[in-house]
């Protein structure tokens, strides 16, 4: 499933620090079973602006819905090319809080780390 949504101005993008313009474009693409999923943001000219991909726990696609779990953990690219992983910190605080196993932080940083590897190997 993939939802498209226009932009109003104001604010940054999560983690990639840029701002939010008026005519910007969110791509968001869900694929039933992945443990995550990208959303590309564009200015209103088409230019990549940067991609947030998403981890959680398997999407589950219905026609008009998804649902997941957000754990918290995020993967960024940049438009520059650079890729990150971000938001360690909230999932830790949620496991300390006792509102994600242990093992399902250790799934989430594992994904993380292999859809960083993935998106790094795209360029």
Known sequence: MTVRREMTAGGTYDALGVERERGDVATTRFT?????YPTIYEGSEGQVKGTYLNVSTPAEVFP??????????????????????????ELRDCVDAGHVSEALA????????RVRNAVSDDD
Do not use: F, I, M
């Open 64 to 89: 008009d819905a998804v649902r997941y779990v957000d754990l918290h953990v995020d993967v960024v690219k940049h438009a520059d090319g650079t890729v990150e992983v971000v938001d360690e910190d």
């Open 106 to 113: 250790d799934e989430a940083l594992s994904v993380a780390e």
């Open 32 to 36: 039933e079973g992945n443990w995550w």
